[in-house]
Structures are given as structure tokens and as C-alpha cells.
């Protein structure tokens, strides 16, 4: 929390085209250790495009990615990824188990460390029952809580999140932003989620990024001083709450390029 | 990249590192010089007489058979363990009695070949025949459509993909099954004369030969490709997206 | 019509009754092509349980053991090299599509010139006829891989070994084995065709022995045999193939 600590992740002055299209001009932010830092955009923005160059999985043309300070050009360990598209990230031929333990593979843990992990990062995820199943025999809230205990067992020190909950129904999506919100509290680890939705933005964020334009830019950082606990109920009906998700809503709407893309 | 690979293997032949292995440019040459002197032409005559009316052959009677059997489910499920153990046999198992039968004409590769094929255009004729979408078929019924009609505008288009796939399966087996059985028999055609160019120890020919047959194969394939593609090109999951 | 007993026996019905029939006609028939197949049941008793087993149905199996095998063992090898480096496996398409339409019995003469008669040709012969369909299919499958898989692999940084043996296999393995399935058939019939043409062993070589030497009945029991054979073989790869894809079978539904 330190504003002098070196952030966790920062991205500095990031820019992207395909081929003649640009879709990332000079992004810049920062999250620190313990944050949970939300970017927010309407569709089309680039978000994936920025959240592939975030974990590395795409290259930037300009324009860094640092994590602890350090410039990364390869996946780092301390960073894991939760995607979308739960379905395809879990291999259907493992069990649960299996798939949480698949990334632990390349380090050299002993068998009984490797079952720890596995169960501890399920315990963490609420399902402890659950080693034994495939994926295809879960619900997709299920699933995708899976996929988040496959990145805790990992142990980074980041998540990056793509619009991790898009595909589950409204009670399931409650309850995942809940659970995010508890294992930041327990575990301590930054998070940056990418999303469409403002009210979950705002709801989970500490800070959110809003990205607009095309290229997409930072067009505002907000503080979201809501506190750490916060409640679907409550929090949500508070008057801040309601007059932040109003200013960014603003904010997005009223982005002039928005408009002429 | 077709080119790397028989430089290499010019290459590798002219030092003498394949053994009996002639080069690609002997190979050639022997290919030129059994169309120049017109030997080609009566054993590629034989072959691909024998391939067509097999596969005609085949093409026609798995569609007379197949039809009843996909329409009927009675009919399917009495026959279709049958037909599964049928289809596993390879039809050269049958050389031996039917060159007893038949000798080493052109008759035993004909058969020969229809018994390998035949299966193909069945079993796509029945998954033709049942795929029809039961939904359409009560918009007929309701329609109170004449049965030939029922038949015309709705059996055949919907079975129609299935049978061209039958078709291009039983097109490529035809001419395996024919130059298979000429050259075990031996019964003539493209088959023999590879087996006459071996114990005639004209090697380059006996290549030249084994082209003009994997020509044939892939020629085969790609031109009922075609006739398949077009087909299926009304089939949802064969529609290109348009952009 | 759907319960277990109709299940069964319903499918059952046609082939006894063409059994019944075969045996009826055959029973007065005076073709000596066509035995009574009480005769051949009786020659099949003789022969294949089990007098005859080890002289030309093992070493049979074994070519076909064998050759399958080793294109399994290439065929998915060189399908993930090719397949994980798709420029290479564009170049190198015409020629695969050629080696996979060259019917492969027209390769045994040439195949007996280089290395004679012996076991390894037949293997040799198997091979070079059963190695493209998986080859192909290994190619296709890995191809068609979801890049969501990649991202996955990649971001938790899979080491390759983990990533090609439990993820990019198992991934292509549906069509993996739709690949063998294909290479079997494949591999019966070049056993078959490599033993007509040069073997003292085998079942290819007892039916052309037994058709030379006009002992019908002992044709058709070799004949037979090669079709139950054949069919067993195909039975015994769907069972592994319905085991090892139950996952594929089951997230589809």
C-alpha cells in the first residue's frame, strides 16, 4: 500500500497495432501487492489485446510490461491467467486434480507437496470434494472456479482475469466476485480483472482503469475508496457506490472518440 | 518443398547410398518411355475399365440396397451388426476362391473391387437416409405431400452429401482393391506390369509403373472430392462464412 | 423394441439365418467350389483350434502387431512434429496425400526387390501402407487444436514435454485413433497380400497353399478365419478406443 513500494505489475506506455490498425495507445498503470485493480471498457476496446500483453502472451510494439520492476518478455511465473472461455481452458481428458496439478509439473515437488497444493488451492476455491471429478461432469460456476484454484496452486503473485465471469448466470457471477474478493483478503495477491461491466468494476475494484477511444487509451484512473469488505447488498445500495458507477459510466459514454470509432 | 525432396533423392541414389534405388531421373525417363512406346496404354486400358465398372457397379447396388435400410428401422437394426462384420473383411481375402471361379481376368478384379467398395456407398446411403430431419418430414406429412414427392424433395436431397462421400470412398477403393488384386492375382493392368518390370529386373519401369498407379489414386480422390464438395455445398456444417 | 433382450437379439437374427441358409443350400450342393459348410466347420475344428495357431496365425498377428505398432509409434511422432509446425506440414502435403492414395500392395514388388521375403518386409510392407492414415489424422488433429489450450499452456508455462504428451496428444487423440482405425483395415490387408506373394508361413500362404492344392473346404476355413480375425482385431481396438476416450464421448453430451 506503500506509494513508494515497487508496484507488483505496471505497464508503461503500451501501444499495439494490427498492421495498419492501432488498438492500444500509450496505456499506462500500475497495481500494487494486494490490489485489486479493475479495467474497464465497452466491447471492442482492446482488452484482450492489452490483457495478452499483460501475462506476456503477446508482444507489445511499444512500450513495457514490468513485473517487481523487472521488464518481462516470456509468461513469468509470478503471473497466472484465468480466462474467459472455462470450458476450453480445462482439459476435458484430466480429472480436476490432475489439471490443477499440471503446472506444478515443471517444478520439483515431492508427491505429498503436490497433493498438498492441489488441495489446499481447491480448499480455497470452495471445492474440496471436487479432485476426483472431470470437468464436464461440473457446472460451469464450477468449472471456472477450477480454472482460478489451477492458478492459485501456482502461487503467483498476480491474476490477471479476463472477463473471467461472462459466461455464468447472475447468482453464480455474485457469489465468483465474492470469492475473488475473500482470496485477495486471505491470500494476499494482486489482482487485475478485465471487464465490460462497470458495476462489477466498481464493486470489486480498489482502482479501475477506465480504457476508451479507439485506440483505446487510459482515459481515467479512479480510486474506489469503498473499503476492503464489501457486501453484494449493502455495498452496492451505498450512495458513493452509486455516484462512482454513475462517474465512470459517464466517463465511457462521453469518450468523444468513442463515439467516431 | 516436393522439389527438395527428389533433389535429395537424386542426390542420394547417384552416389549409390539407396542400393538399388535407381534416380528419380531414370525413373522419369522410364515414365517417358513407356508412353513413347505406347506400352502404357492397354494395361492403364485394363485398370481403368476395371475400376469404372466396379465402381458403377458398387455405387449403384449400395444405393438399391442401402435406401430400404436406411428408411426402414426395422430393416436397419436387423441388418446392421451384419453389415458392421462384413465390412471388416477385406475383399482380397476373397482372391484365392475367386480366381478358382472366375481366373485372372478382368471379371475377378471387377468383383473384387465391388465387394471392397460396395460397403462404403451402403453405409452412407443409410446415414443419408436417417438423417432426415424428422421435424421437415412432419411439415410433409402435414402437408400431406405424395409419397414420390416425400422422396423427391427431401430423401434424396438430405442423402444426397452422404452418398457423394459414399461415392468418393468407393471411387478411391476401386482403385486400390483393382491394382491391388492385379498385382497379387496377377490380372493384368497397371498391377502386373509392376510385378513384370520386377522379375524383368527393369527397375526404373517398375517405379514408373508404382507412379502412374499412386497417380491414379490421388487422382481419383481429388476429382470425386470435387463432385462431393459440391454436394455438400447447400450442408450447414460445409458452408463457407461469408465475410 | 429397445429393451436389452430386442437389443441383442434382433441384430442376431440376419446373420444366423444367413448362416442356416449357407448351410442348407451348401449341405446338397455339388459345386466343389462351395463345400458343404459342414465340411468347413469340421476342417475349422481340425485346423484353427488350435493345431495350426502357432505355424500361421502367430506369426500372421505378429506382422500386423508389429507393423501397426511401429506407424502408431511414427505416425503420431512425426504427426506432432509436423502438426505443432504447420509451414512444414503445408510443404510436405502433396507428398503425403500421394504416399496415402499409392494403393500400398503395389509397393510389394518393390518391397520384396530391396529386402526379400522375409518377416521384415512384411512388417516393411505393413508399415508403409498403415503409417499414413494416423500420420495424416495425428497432423489434422494436432492442427486443430484450441488456441485457448495454447494461451493456457503458455501463460502456466507448461514444460513441452507436459505439453505435448498431456495436452497436444490427447487433444488429437479422437482423431488419433480414427487414424489407427483406418490403419488396421490397412494393415490386415497388406498381411494378407504380402503373404500371397512371398511367405512359407502364415494365413496368407495356408489359403493359397490349400487353393493350389484344391482343398476347398481348408480355403475356406483359412478364409474364414482371416475375417474373424479381422473382425476381433477391429472389436479389440474399439474397446480401447471407447475406454480411452470415455472424456471425449461424455463432454459432448
Given at each position: 500500500?506503500?506509494?513508494?513500494?515497487?508496484p507488483?505489475?505496471?505497464?508503461?506506455?503500451i501501444?499495439?497495432?494490427?498492421?495498419?490498425?492501432?488498438?492500444?495507445?500509450?496505456?499506462?498503470?500500475?497495481?500494487?501487492?494486494?490490489?485489486f485493480?479493475?479495467?474497464?471498457g465497452?466491447?471492442?476496446?482492446?482488452k484482450?489485446?492489452?490483457?495478452?500483453?499483460?501475462?506476456?502472451?503477446?508482444?507489445?510494439?511499444?512500450?513495457?510490461?514490468?513485473?517487481?520492476?523487472?521488464?518481462?518478455?516470456?509468461?513469468?511465473?509470478?503471473?497466472?491467467?484465468?480466462?474467459?472461455d472455462?470450458?476450453?481452458?480445462?482439459?476435458?481428458?484430466?480429472?480436476?486434480?490432475?489439471?490443477?496439478?499440471?503446472?506444478?509439473?515443471?517444478?520439483?515437488?515431492?508427491?505429498?507437496?503436490?497433493?498438498?497444493?492441489?488441495?489446499?488451492?481447491?480448499?480455497?476455491?470452495?471445492?474440496?470434494?471436487?479432485?476426483?471429478?472431470?470437468?464436464?461432469?461440473?457446472?460451469?460456476?464450477?468449472q471456472?472456479?477450477?480454472?482460478?484454484?489451477?492458478?492459485?496452486?501456482?502461487?503467483?503473485?498476480?491474476?490477471?482475469?479476463?472477463?473471467?465471469?461472462?459466461?455464468?448466470?447472475?447468482?453464480?457471477?455474485?457469489?465468483?466476485?465474492?470469492?475473488?474478493?475473500?482470496?485477495?483478503?486471505?491470500?494476499?495477491?494482486?489482482?487485475?480483472?478485465?471487464?465490460?461491466?462497470?458495476?462489477?468494476?466498481?464493486?470489486?475494484?480498489?482502482?479501475?482503469?477506465?480504457?476508451?477511444?479507439?485506440?483505446?487509451?487510459?482515459?481515467?484512473?479512479?480510486?474506489?475508496?469503498?473499503?476492503?469488505?464489501?457486501?453484494?447488498?449493502?455495498?452496492?445500495?451505498?450512495?458513493?457506490?452509486?455516484?462512482?458507477?454513475?462517474?465512470i459510466?459517464?466517463m465511457?459514454?462521453?469518450?468523444?472518440?468513442?463515439?467516431?470509432? | 518443398?516436393?522439389?527438395?525432396?527428389?533433389?535429395?533423392?537424386?542426390?542420394?541414389?547417384?552416389?549409390?547410398?539407396?542400393?538399388?534405388?535407381?534416380?528419380?531421373?531414370?525413373v522419369?525417363?522410364?515414365?517417358l518411355?513407356?508412353?513413347?512406346?505406347?506400352a502404357?496404354?492397354?494395361?492403364?486400358?485394363?485398370?481403368?475399365?476395371?475400376?469404372?465398372?466396379?465402381?458403377?457397379?458398387?455405387?449403384?447396388?449400395?444405393?438399391?440396397?442401402?435406401?430400404?435400410?436406411?428408411?426402414?428401422?426395422?430393416?436397419?437394426?436387423?441388418?446392421?451388426?451384419?453389415?458392421?462384420f462384413?465390412?471388416?473383411?477385406?475383399?482380397?481375402?476373397?482372391?484365392?476362391?475367386?480366381?478358382?471361379?472366375?481366373?485372372?481376368?478382368?471379371?475377378?478384379?471387377?468383383?473384387?473391387a465391388f465387394?471392397?467398395?460396395?460397403?462404403a456407398?451402403?453405409?452412407?446411403?443409410?446415414?443419408?437416409?436417417?438423417?432426415?430431419?424428422?421435424?421437415?418430414?412432419?411439415?410433409?406429412?402435414?402437408?400431406?405431400?405424395r409419397?414420390?414427392?416425400?422422396?423427391?424433395?427431401?430423401?434424396?436431397?438430405?442423402?444426397?452429401?452422404?452418398?457423394?462421400?459414399?461415392?468418393?470412398?468407393?471411387?478411391?477403393?476401386?482403385?486400390?482393391?483393382?491394382?491391388?488384386?492385379?498385382?497379387?492375382?496377377?490380372?493384368?493392368?497397371?498391377?502386373?506390369?509392376?510385378?513384370?518390370?520386377?522379375?524383368?529386373?527393369?527397375?526404373?519401369?517398375?517405379?514408373?509403373?508404382?507412379?502412374?498407379?499412386?497417380?491414379?489414386?490421388?487422382?481419383?480422390?481429388a476429382?470425386?472430392?470435387k463432385?462431393?464438395?459440391?454436394?455438400?455445398?447447400?450442408?450447414?456444417?460445409?458452408?463457407?462464412?461469408?465475410? | 423394441?429397445?429393451?436389452?433382450?430386442?437389443?441383442?437379439?434382433?441384430?442376431?437374427?440376419l446373420?444366423?439365418?444367413?448362416?442356416?441358409?449357407?448351410?442348407?443350400?451348401?449341405?446338397?450342393?455339388?459345386?466343389?467350389?462351395?463345400?458343404?459348410?459342414?465340411?468347413?466347420?469340421?476342417?475349422?475344428?481340425?485346423?484353427?483350434?488350435?493345431?495350426?495357431?502357432?505355424e500361421?496365425?502367430?506369426?500372421?498377428?505378429?506382422?500386423i502387431?508389429?507393423g501397426?505398432?511401429?506407424?502408431?509409434?511414427l505416425?503420431?511422432?512425426?504427426?506432432?512434429?509436423?502438426?505443432l509446425?504447420?509451414?512444414?506440414?503445408?510443404?510436405?502435403?502433396p507428398?503425403?496425400?500421394?504416399?496415402?492414395?499409392?494403393?500400398?500392395?503395389?509397393?510389394?514388388?518393390?518391397?520384396?526387390?530391396?529386402?526379400?521375403?522375409?518377416?521384415?518386409?512384411?512388417?516393411?510392407?505393413?508399415?508403409?501402407?498403415?503409417?499414413?492414415?494416423?500420420?495424416?489424422?495425428?497432423?489434422?488433429?494436432?492442427?486443430?487444436?484450441s488456441?485457448?489450450?495454447?494461451?493456457?499452456?503458455?501463460?502456466?508455462?507448461?514444460?513441452?514435454?507436459?505439453?505435448?504428451?498431456?495436452?497436444?496428444?490427447?487433444?488429437?487423440?479422437?482423431?488419433?485413433?480414427?487414424?489407427?482405425?483406418?490403419?488396421?483395415?490397412?494393415?490386415?490387408?497388406?498381411?494378407?497380400?504380402?503373404?500371397?506373394?512371398?511367405?512359407?508361413?502364415g494365413?496368407?500362404?495356408?489359403?493359397?497353399?490349400?487353393?493350389?492344392?484344391?482343398?476347398?473346404?481348408?480355403?475356406?476355413?483359412?478364409?474364414?478365419?482371416?475375417g474373424?480375425?479381422?473382425?476381433?482385431?477391429n472389436?479389440?481396438?474399439?474397446?480401447?478406443?471407447?475406454?480411452?476416450?470415455?472424456?471425449?464421448?461424455?463432454?459432448?453430451?
Amino acid at each position: 500500500m506503500q506509494a513508494t513500494k515497487t508496484p507488483v505489475l505496471e505497464a508503461v506506455n503500451i501501444s499495439k497495432s494490427y498492421g495498419e490498425k492501432q488498438v492500444l495507445a500509450d496505456v499506462s498503470f500500475s497495481a500494487g501487492e494486494g490490489e485489486f485493480v479493475c479495467i474497464v471498457g465497452p466491447s471492442g476496446t482492446g482488452k484482450t489485446t492489452l490483457l495478452r500483453t499483460l501475462s506476456a502472451l503477446g508482444t507489445a510494439n511499444s512500450g513495457e510490461v514490468r513485473v517487481n520492476g523487472m521488464a518481462i518478455t516470456r509468461p513469468p511465473a509470478e503471473v497466472s491467467v484465468v480466462f474467459q472461455d472455462y470450458s476450453r481452458s480445462l482439459m476435458p481428458w484430466m480429472r480436476v486434480g490432475k489439471n490443477i496439478e499440471l503446472p506444478l509439473r515443471r517444478y520439483k515437488l515431492s508427491p505429498a507437496e503436490r497433493t498438498t497444493r492441489v488441495t489446499e488451492a481447491l480448499r480455497d476455491v470452495g471445492l474440496e470434494h471436487a479432485k476426483d471429478l472431470y470437468p464436464w461432469e461440473m457446472s460451469g460456476g464450477m468449472q471456472q472456479r477450477v480454472a482460478i484454484a489451477r492458478s492459485l496452486a501456482y502461487r503467483p503473485q498476480v491474476l490477471i482475469m479476463d472477463e473471467p465471469f461472462a459466461s455464468v448466470d447472475a447468482q453464480t457471477r455474485a457469489d465468483l466476485e465474492d470469492l475473488m474478493l475473500d482470496i485477495r483478503a486471505r491470500l494476499g495477491v494482486t489482482i487485475v480483472l478485465v471487464t465490460h461491466d462497470i458495476e462489477e468494476a466498481v464493486y470489486l475494484g480498489d482502482k479501475v482503469i477506465v480504457l476508451s477511444g479507439r485506440p483505446a487509451s487510459v482515459s481515467a484512473t479512479v480510486d474506489v475508496p469503498l473499503g476492503r469488505t464489501r457486501d453484494q447488498i449493502s455495498t452496492k445500495s451505498r450512495p458513493d457506490y452509486l455516484e462512482l458507477r454513475a462517474k465512470i459510466h459517464a466517463m465511457i459514454m462521453q469518450s468523444p472518440s468513442s463515439v467516431s470509432g | 518443398m516436393v522439389a527438395v525432396l527428389l533433389v535429395i533423392w537424386q542426390i542420394t541414389a547417384s552416389v549409390g547410398q539407396l542400393g538399388a534405388v535407381p534416380t528419380p531421373v531414370e525413373v522419369a525417363r522410364a515414365l517417358l518411355a513407356i508412353f513413347a512406346s505406347g506400352a502404357v496404354w492397354e494395361p492403364l486400358g485394363t485398370t481403368l475399365a476395371g475400376w469404372a465398372i466396379s465402381l458403377v457397379l458398387a455405387v449403384v447396388v449400395g444405393i438399391v440396397v442401402g435406401f430400404p435400410l436406411g428408411t426402414s428401422r426395422l430393416a436397419y437394426r436387423l441388418s446392421v451388426f451384419t453389415l458392421d462384420f462384413l465390412r471388416t473383411i477385406p475383399a482380397l481375402v476373397l482372391v484365392p476362391l475367386v480366381v478358382l471361379l472366375y481366373g485372372s481376368g478382368l471379371e475377378s478384379t471387377i468383383l473384387l473391387a465391388f465387394l471392397g467398395a460396395v460397403w462404403a456407398v451402403i453405409m452412407q446411403t443409410i446415414y443419408g437416409a436417417r438423417d432426415v430431419d424428422p421435424t421437415a418430414l412432419q411439415t410433409f406429412m402435414s402437408f400431406r405431400v405424395r409419397r414420390w414427392d416425400t422422396v423427391k424433395f427431401l430423401l434424396v436431397p438430405t442423402a444426397l452429401p452422404y452418398i457423394a462421400t459414399g461415392v468418393r470412398l468407393a471411387a478411391a477403393i476401386c482403385v486400390l482393391v483393382t491394382i491391388s488384386a492385379q498385382v497379387v492375382i496377377p490380372a493384368g493392368g497397371l498391377g502386373e506390369q509392376i510385378l513384370t518390370a520386377q522379375l524383368g529386373g527393369a527397375v526404373p519401369s517398375m517405379y514408373a509403373y508404382i507412379f502412374l498407379c499412386g497417380a491414379l489414386g490421388v487422382g481419383a480422390n481429388a476429382a470425386f472430392g470435387k463432385l462431393e464438395g459440391r454436394a455438400l455445398a447447400w450442408h450447414p456444417s460445409h458452408r463457407k462464412v461469408s465475410a | 423394441m429397445s429393451s436389452p433382450f430386442a437389443r441383442l437379439i434382433v441384430p442376431a437374427l440376419l446373420p444366423i439365418v444367413l448362416i442356416l441358409a449357407w448351410w442348407y443350400t451348401s449341405e446338397g450342393g455339388s459345386s466343389i467350389f462351395f463345400p458343404p459348410l459342414s465340411q468347413i466347420q469340421e476342417r475349422f475344428q481340425e485346423l484353427w483350434l488350435f493345431a495350426l495357431v502357432p505355424e500361421h496365425v502367430v506369426p500372421s498377428l505378429q506382422s500386423i502387431l508389429w507393423g501397426l505398432w511401429i506407424s502408431i509409434v511414427l505416425g503420431v511422432g512425426l504427426g506432432v512434429l509436423l502438426g505443432l509446425n504447420g509451414y512444414v506440414a503445408t510443404a510436405v502435403n502433396p507428398v503425403l496425400q500421394f504416399l496415402r492414395y499409392l494403393p500400398a500392395v503395389a509397393l510389394l514388388p518393390l518391397a520384396i526387390q530391396l529386402i526379400g521375403i522375409g518377416q521384415e518386409m512384411r512388417v516393411t510392407i505393413i508399415v508403409l501402407g498403415a503409417l499414413w492414415p494416423i500420420l495424416l489424422n495425428t497432423i489434422d488433429g494436432v492442427r486443430g487444436i484450441s488456441p485457448g489450450l495454447i494461451d493456457v499452456a503458455r501463460s502456466n508455462r507448461l514444460r513441452n514435454f507436459d505439453w505435448i504428451f498431456r495436452v497436444v496428444i490427447p487433444s488429437a487423440s479422437p482423431q488419433i485413433f480414427a487414424g489407427i482405425r483406418a490403419s488396421l483395415a490397412v494393415s490386415v490387408i497388406l498381411m494378407f497380400a504380402s503373404e500371397l506373394l512371398g511367405a512359407s508361413r502364415g494365413i496368407g500362404y495356408f489359403i493359397l497353399e490349400a487353393q493350389r492344392q484344391f482343398s476347398l473346404p481348408e480355403m475356406w476355413s483359412g478364409m474364414i478365419l482371416l475375417g474373424i480375425i479381422g473382425y476381433a482385431l477391429n472389436v479389440v481396438l474399439m474397446a480401447i478406443e471407447y475406454f480411452a476416450l470415455a472424456w471425449h464421448r461424455k463432454a459432448r453430451i
